[in-house]
């Protein structure tokens, strides 16, 4: 199987998402999978067997180690070179989006994974406001997959309360 990923954040950032596409990237080439991912620039060119493409993005003023890249960056040249099976989105924001589109426009089916909870942290950072606009965001995005992952029963329970499929 030939599998796109999209990420928001890869190495050199550690946290739980980067850990879990570093050992995801390992399960696939062990399984002779083949895989590319697409991750804000400045990691790796490759992780595992995985060509990774890092695309330019902006500093996130609130949280500095995260780059976002904006949906429209291009990417079209390697993707389509790539002819991908699946495409995988890692907690899908901007580049996730990116992923979307390609998915929809190639029909191509696509699986999202909600791993981390920003609408809580827009409201812990004084944000509160941005809770109910981010949960909407996320729920439309994730509503648009074939399937969708969640890392924990707790996080389960609650992106089923906030009506995600």
Known sequence: MRIAIFTETFLPKVDGIVTTICHLLDHLALRGHASILFAPQGGPKQCAQTPVIGLPGFTFPIYPELRLVPPWTPFSQEINDFKPDLILLLN?????????????RYNVPVVASYNTDIPGYAERWGMGYLRDPLWAYFRWIHNQADLNFAPSLFTLEEVSAQGFK
């Open 92 to 104: 899908p924001a901007s580049l996730g989006m990116a992923g979307l589109l390609y998915s929809r």
